[in-house]
């Protein structure tokens, strides 16, 4: 099947500091790519949904200041938490819809942010 | 979006069938229903999805009620690396009906543990 790629699988920053997420598809073109968070035990959230070339849609109660997405190309999109405080902390996931196979929609392995 | 309604939790033996059941008793006619579970720490992943008919796969299989107010993800032999958080979710696909797709908005899911 088709591979996601997210890089880093986790990084550890001090409060203020900005963290950038790249998610990549490895072996296929997506023209959309979602990025979701999950807090410890509970079930993924939707942030927002981005298509190549535009802005990013946001889902209700996300502030787009403080993630900015950008997708640049069918295969990079990149989640910024800007100025990130210990409550940002979470586990960020991001997915991909194929192009071509588009009733699947594949996911990347996670990563993991931790703010001190 | 359709809601769905799962279990909290189940538990099965090793090498035995499980039948994890999902209620979706305000489905459109639109909707399809897909399956993802989700390792511990990892990001989901796609198991199956069906509209009608039920579905076989490598996987699993979809068994989908007449009305299709509920419908059944069927592991037939379990096996330890089973162990994950399944999620039923409904979403919309154009096909013939047009328009966009729905986005996977998750649930909280049945944690399923297996026993060995």
């Known amino acids: 099947g088709a591979v996601v790629s997210q890089h880093p699988s986790r990084v550890i920053c001090k409060s203020g500091t900005s963290v950038k997420i790249e998610c990549r598809s490895l072996?296929?073109?997506?023209?959309?790519m979602f990025w979701y968070r999950q807090f410890p035990k509970k079930s993924l959230m939707l942030m927002a949904t981005?298509?190549?070339?535009?802005?990013?849609?946001?889902e209700q109660g996300v502030e787009k200041d403080k993630f900015l997405i950008n997708h640049a190309s069918l295969t990079l999109s990149t989640l910024t938490v800007t100025s990130a405080h210990p409550e940002d902390s979470s586990f960020y996931i991001c997915s991909a819809r194929d192009q071509v196979w588009s009733n699947e929609q594949f996911f990347g392995p996670g990563t993991r942010l931790t703010v001190l | 979006d359709a809601k769905t309604t799962q279990p909290n939790s189940m538990e099965s033996n090793e090498e035995e069938p499980v039948h994890l059941p999902c209620n979706h008793s305000?489905?459109?006619?639109?909707?399809?229903i897909h399956w993802y579970r989700q390792l511990p720490s990892q990001g989901p992943e796609y198991v199956i999805h069906g509209l009608t008919s039920n579905v076989n796969n490598r996987m699993a299989s979809l068994a989908i009620a007449e009305d299709r107010k509920s419908s059944t993800l069927i592991l037939h032999r379990a096996t330890l690396r089973d162990a994950a958080v399944y999620y039923c979710i409904l979403r919309y696909l154009p096909g013939v009906y047009g328009g966009s797709q729905g986005n996977l908005i998750f649930g909280k899911g049945t944690k399923l543990s297996v026993k060995p």
């Open positions: 981005s298509n190549e070339g535009s802005k990013a849609t946001y």
């Open positions: 305000t489905i459109s006619g639109t909707d399809y």
């Open positions: 072996d296929f073109q997506a023209t959309t």
